[in-house]
């Protein structure tokens, strides 16, 4: 299975998380935010020349750089039907 | 009070916890209605709101705690509401603990409840804004999650009031029997349990003050930054880190595996309660997003509501202004005619009663501009603002959050100042406070006035068609913005490191505002103004009155007689009246060239000569701390024209035109001024603004130094680097 951190992926589709790859404090706070190994996760859109993304994951959606999202890696996730 | 057994009784602490966007303040309002009271934590800039509540015969003291997205610390606002659930705060242990948790949000939100039941306090859960759950398609079945969870769980929409009497009750049962607030703890995995128990050794060593009991209780302290847990105990923050080192791999971190277990329970417990009848990726919000947040329709839409907050702070306010000036105006008139003429009148009148009106001046401005920020962040907007502008305001070195403050300042420093409170990073908050003051607000055009029409008006359109006054007001604006950023970029690498905190910023859904939270958070902000800042800004222009009046030398008693005889000798009413007139002013001339701030302004001249500035002027520098725009009746005054309270356009250019005959302005030197006024901490409302909204006095003397300092240097430059070119 491929993996794409969450900036390079394709706004509008469905991903999930494999890894956040960030350390420290900041990546705490990303998994406390809910980027756990499995959660769902969406790009919703890029802000014009390379401003932050707006990024759904749970019910939950926020904005963060690009940067920042590099540290979060995604995996196309599995339809439904194949996952049970 | 009646002595009945029951209220005879302590009040019942609760407190209100939960993840911001969560409606935990609608329903504290809800709860305690006009009964509640806002202030700070003791030495820090959260907010700290208290109010009363009673059901069921029982007082209850709610406590609203700053709303955080977890418990373990990284921010102020989340180490107080850990503080204050264990009893580090001022306040007593609550009894009970509330957790708000948004129906249509419940994973996130349950993270925060878990670590709240961990720690020890008895919780139950109000399950808030159900209706939008509802409308989301979000099927919760309400028994299950109690079960599962074992804490009462109240299905409310607090907004209007649903579930209020039914969360009476669960509180009323939490607290006779703390049983039913407690969750069982998170079966951890083996390095978690590991890393625990090695904590604990850790936490015993330090003998804490209120030693955690619960595994989640000794996770909290692993979990938080080093930093805080020092502050609590120095040192202890660096053990813990030598006890449970953080792993090459974060994803092994035995902190980041709490979480990710925490994660796991609340997935297999909502996997069992609740349903999802539609699964759509594009909710209400999303749709609206596609068109505020469009690359073009959204740029121009947010232009529009920027412009819009702006005309509505820097334009809109001004008849509510008028109107306080004019009230203020006239009840110090009053206060002149009914009180016998002493020294106390003229402290009560020129010091407290200009302080007062100093500070109810501000008003208009500050409610309006809050008006419109608690709308943005009602409605979801404000999130979206950030997000629009981020990548702007990063070439500038500072995150979206400080674009509505700065743009803001452009009216005022001090609602502006006030404004930074929506950002959540405390030193990027830090930077812009200090640099707001940089924006040329609305008090420096009087000044500016004062010099174009006095030495810039007269001259030939620059290419034809550009007055040089406006020119040269224009490059002022462009002046206090790029020195902001010059001064962002330094401070940021000196005085105020590190910060540029990650934009981690939730977007949370549109909603309507609610008028009643509107209304609300601009009470709360008129009142905290008012009682806060207002005294500090009052106790200054005492002391500035005293520098501006005494010793009160006038004119030499002799004369002053012999003149006023003069003036009554002489034929006809209008022209004595004139004559005594001028008496009267050149007495106030004196008075005020003989002053400690006269005095002051003699002293400081050898200073502010190479800026082209006479000790005149220099008198002028020191009243103008009270506000910039004072300059203007300062100078009528040395330069005799009269002080006059309504400072209008054309009186401005009276007093610049008299500065300019009395050879005090020139073109050159007129433009130092500009310059200087464009930069300096000339503001007592700023300063009284930043000490309350830092919290120190530390802040606001580092403003005056490093503005005033830059003001120096760039009016030197100027000045000197003209004169060497041979203008005047």
């Known amino acids: ?84 | 009070m009646s002595a009945t057994p029951e209220t005879r009784l302590r009040p019942l602490e609760v407190a209100l916890a939960g993840n911001p966007n969560t409606g935990k303040t609608t329903l504290f309002n809800a709860l305690t209605g006009a009964r509640a009271h806002v202030g700070n934590y003791p030495g820090i800039t959260v907010e700290r709101r208290v109010g009363t509540h009673e059901a069921h015969g029982r007082g209850w003291r709610v406590t609203d705690l700053p709303g955080c997205y977890s418990l373990s610390a990284h921010s102020p606002e989340e180490e107080i509401a850990h503080h204050a659930l264990t009893g580090r705060t001022d306040d007593p242990v609550p009894d009970v603990v509330v957790v708000v948790v948004d129906a249509a949000n419940l994973a996130r939100n349950m993270l925060l409840l878990l670590q709240i039941a961990e720690i020890g306090r008895p919780v139950l859960v109000a399950l808030n804004m159900m209706d939008a759950a509802r409308r989301e398609g979000i099927d919760i079945d309400v028994p299950a999650l109690q079960r599962e969870l074992g804490c009462l769980v109240v299905p409310m929409v607090a907004a209007r009031g649903d579930g209020i009497e039914a969360l009476n009750e669960a509180v009323a049962n939490v607290a006779a029997n703390p049983a039913l607030g407690r969750i069982a703890e998170t079966v951890w995995p083996e390095p978690v349990a590991a890393a625990v128990a090695k904590a604990r050794v850790v936490l015993a060593q330090f003998a804490l003050n209120r030693p955690p009991e619960s595994d989640g209780g000794v996770l909290w302290w692993l979990a938080t930054d080093p930093e805080i847990a020092d502050a609590e105990t120095p040192g202890l923050g660096a053990a813990l880190l030598a006890a449970v080192p953080r792993p090459a791999d974060p994803a092994l971190d035995p902190r980041r595996l709490a979480t990710v277990a925490r994660f796991a329970r609340i997935d297999a417990i909502l996997s069992r309660c609740v349903q999802r009848r539609i699964v759509t990726t594009s909710g209400r919000s999303e749709r609206v997003d596609r068109v505020l947040l469009h690359p073009a329709l959204g740029a121009m839409l947010f232009i529009l509501a920027m412009a819009g907050l702006f005309q509505a702070v820097f334009a809109g306010a001004q008849p509510a202004v008028d109107i306080v000036e004019s009230a203020m105006g006239a009840l110090s008139d009053l206060a002149r005619t009914w009180l016998p003429d002493n020294l106390l009148r003229d402290v009560l009148i020129d010091g407290v009663l200009a302080g007062v009106s100093g500070t109810l001046v501000f008003l208009p401005q500050i409610l309006m501009l809050f008006l419109g920020i608690s709308l943005l962040e009602d409605s979801g907007y404000l999130a979206r603002t950030a997000y629009l502008v981020d990548q702007l305001m990063a070439r500038i070195g500072l995150p979206g959050k400080a674009f509505v403050p700065l743009l803001s300042a452009y009216a005022c420093a001090v609602p502006a100042i006030m404004a930074t409170r929506t950002m959540p990073d405390r030193r990027d908050r830090l930077l812009t406070i200090m640099v707001a003051p940089l924006m040329s607000c609305s008090a420096r055009l009087p000044v500016y006035t004062l010099v174009t029409a006095a030495v810039f008006a007269h001259q030939a359109p620059v290419l034809g068609i550009f007055s040089l006054g406006g020119l040269v007001v224009t490059a002022m604006y462009a002046l206090g913005f790029l020195l902001a950023i010059a001064s962002a970029f330094i401070l940021r690498r000196t005085a105020i490191k590190g910060g540029g905190a990650p934009l981690l910023l939730e977007m949370p859904p549109y909603r309507w505002p609610r008028w009643r939270n509107v209304v609300r958070s601009l009470a709360d902000r008129a009142w905290v103004f008012i009682t806060q800042t207002g005294t500090v800004i009052v106790a200054l222009t005492v002391v500035l009155w005293a520098l501006m009046t005494f010793p009160r030398e006038g004119l030499d008693a002799g004369i002053k007689a012999t003149r006023t005889a003069q003036a009554h000798a002489i034929v006809g009413e209008p022209a004595q009246k004139s004559a005594l007139a001028a008496i009267e002013r050149d007495d106030a001339q004196v008075k005020l060239e003989n002053s400690i701030a006269g005095r002051i302004g003699r002293t400081i001249e050898p200073t502010i000569a190479p800026l082209g500035f006479d000790w005149r002027i220099g008198i002028g520098l020191v009243g103008s701390f009270a506000a910039r725009e004072v300059l203007v009746p300062i100078m009528g005054q040395v330069f005799g024209r009269g002080s006059q309270a309504d400072i209008d356009d054309r009186y401005a250019a009276d007093v610049g035109k008299s500065m300019a005959s009395a050879g005090a302005l020139t073109p050159l030197k007129g433009l130092s001024l500009m310059v200087f006024f464009a930069i300096a901490m000339q503001c007592l409302s700023t300063l009284a603004t930043i000490r309350r909204e830092t919290n120190s006095w530390r802040w606001p003397i580092f403003a005056v130094v490093y503005l005033n300092s830059l003001a120096w240097l760039a009016s030197f430059a100027v000045y000197q680097i003209g004169t060497r070119m041979g203008f005047a």
């Open chain 1, 1 to 84: 299975m491929a993996s794409h951190t969450l900036d390079s992926i394709p706004a509008g589709e469905p991903f999930q998380v494999t890894r956040v790859t960030l350390a420290g404090v900041l990546g705490d706070r990303l998994v406390e935010l809910g980027f756990t190994p499995g959660a769902p996760v969406q790009l919703l859109r890029r802000a014009p020349f390379g401003g932050p993304l707006q990024v759904q994951v749970r019910d939950f959606v926020l904005s963060l750089r690009r940067a920042d999202a590099q540290a979060i890696h995604t995996a196309q996730a599995i339809p439904a039907n194949q996952a049970a």
